[in-house]
């Protein structure tokens, strides 16, 4: 068993090891850069990977960034057989039947958007971690709790429901006159606060 000092290391390793088992079902894992990170939609999506296309990198190489908020080694792994089948795809085809074709085909199962290994694909993946050995990672605690929305002054009409947000520097006139029926507009939120 190897210690790998770095995420990429085992990440790589990791890649190596999963070809193979690609392989054997007649798939070839294109060249890729493996990365913990964040993916583009960031930390509050609950994406925990993502794979990018060779189109969108200018060395034409799929990249693909495994979430910092995983711990679990089999739940790392387990999210790079899932990027790995888009990359297989080059991305082409999101979450459609061409990647359900090759993700069933791996053993994965569940929902496509978030396929992960089956019975017999997580013995396996367990085995690849024995050899890959620790996940030299310390999981990245982020809150995902949403901040409270502020209670912004905004003006509705009580006829038909039209509803505006309302500027700082405006508060001071009051509420507007509703452009469809004509009547004042009642203030809704911290008028008082914001003034």
């Keep these: 068993m190897k210690q790998h000092t770095t995420r990429e290391s085992w990440l790589l390793a990791a890649v190596e090891l999963l ?21 583009s939609t960031g930390v509050r999506s609950g994406h925990i990977g993502q794979c990018w296309s060779k189109r969108s990198s200018s060395n ?13 080694p089999f739940e790392v792994i387990d999210t ?7 990359a297989i795809d080059d991305c082409e ?18 929902p496509m958007r978030s396929a992960g290994a089956g019975p017999e694909l997580k013995e396996t993946l367990n085995a ?7 996940y030299p990672h ?3 605690k982020v809150s995902m709790r949403k901040s409270p929305r502020s209670n912004r002054p ?8 039209y509803q505006v947000p309302m500027l700082k520097k405006f508060l001071s006139y009051g509420p507007p006159i ?9 203030a809704l939120g911290d008028w008082e606060d914001s003034i």
């Design 19 to 39: 070809k193979p088992l690609f392989g054997a079902k007649g798939y070839v894992v294109p060249e890729a850069l493996v990365s913990c990170g964040f993916t």
């Design 154 to 161: 905004r003006a509705k009409c009580k006829t038909c429901g």
């Design 93 to 110: 085809h999101k979450h459609g039947k061409e990647f359900k074709k090759i993700a069933l085909k791996m053993g994965m199962k569940g």
């Design 128 to 134: 690849l971690l024995l050899k890959l050995g620790p």
């Design 60 to 72: 034409e190489i799929n990249q693909i960034f495994i979430a910092p908020t995983l711990e679990s």
């Design 80 to 86: 790079l057989v899932h990027e790995l089948v888009h």
């Design 178 to 186: 509703c452009p469809k029926d004509k009547v004042d507009m009642e």
């Design 138 to 140: 310390g999981q990245l």
